[in-house]
């Protein structure tokens, strides 16, 4: 059974430029989540998507958005990139949100933005 | 606003011996989780706990919840230099938002 899948693994991006970011679940997973994961705020909530509606969104400025789509596959753009979104950034999927048995996490994609 | 804390930050600990690992929340959460991640990995789901009083283990790795005094405990027993990671716990906001602790970041001494 395949796991979460994001793309790509690693990104490399200059202040200024846009991103997007993949996340395909596990088959079946309806509900995407996204995380931001630095050193020094560890692990921040982005924003929780299910059946295509984005049903809650975390403390982050609106050049972070999200979307998925009917497949439950789940992108999320950072316009205007700024250094200290450099992070790595962990989609997660379940059945349904806050399942019976937690998420599974993709590998993550690690952004560098210089 | 749902916070979540953990402590220690950072532990280290010889083979053989005995810790715990407290995962405080602030406001009523449904469900508390705990999740390890190995250096460069992505996190790995290890428990869910739904209700007061929930014990769950898993060889040497046991989880409780005390939702009337907020607290997740994460009790290691016998350690042993794989369990070397870091473990977070995370609590539920409403339906749609999760809330990571701080992380406990475990070395495991041979």
């Known amino acids: 059974k395949a796991g979460v899948t994001q793309t790509p693994r690693y990104l490399i991006k200059t202040r200024g430029q846009q991103v997007t970011l993949s996340c395909s679940p596990i088959?079946?997973?309806?509900?995407v989540s996204w995380y931001q994961q630095t050193p020094g705020q560890g692990l921040q909530f982005l924003f929780e998507?299910?059946?295509?509606?984005?049903?809650n969104k975390g403390n982050f400025p609106g050049r972070f958005s999200g979307r998925q789509f009917s497949n439950s596959r789940s992108e999320m753009n950072v316009s205007t990139l700024e250094l200290g979104d450099s992070a790595l950034y962990l989609c997660?999927?379940?059945?349904?949100?806050?399942?019976?048995?937690?998420?599974?996490f993709g590998s993550g994609t690690r952004l560098t933005v210089v | 606003e749902l916070k979540v804390e953990q402590n220690p930050l950072f532990l280290s600990m010889q083979e053989g011996k005995n810790y715990t690992i407290y995962c405080n929340y602030s406001?009523?959460?449904?469900?508390l989780y705990w999740y390890r991640q190995d250096p460069g990995k992505s996190l790995e789901s290890l428990f869910v706990?739904?209700?007061?009083?929930a014990v769950k283990q898993e060889g040497r790795l046991m989880a409780s919840l005390d939702t009337k005094a907020r607290l997740s405990t994460l009790h290691i027993t016998a350690a042993v230099h794989d369990l070397s990671a870091t473990y977070f716990c995370?609590?539920?906001?409403?339906?749609?938002?999760?809330?990571f602790g701080t992380g406990t970041r475990l070395k495991v001494l041979a």
């Open positions: 997660a999927s379940s059945l349904v949100p806050q399942g019976l048995i937690g998420y599974t």
């Open positions: 088959s079946g997973h309806r509900s």
């Open positions: 998507y299910f059946s295509e509606t984005q049903r």
């Open positions: 406001t009523t959460s449904d469900r």
């Open positions: 706990l739904l209700s007061n009083g």
């Open positions: 995370a609590a539920t906001s409403g339906t749609y938002k999760y809330i």
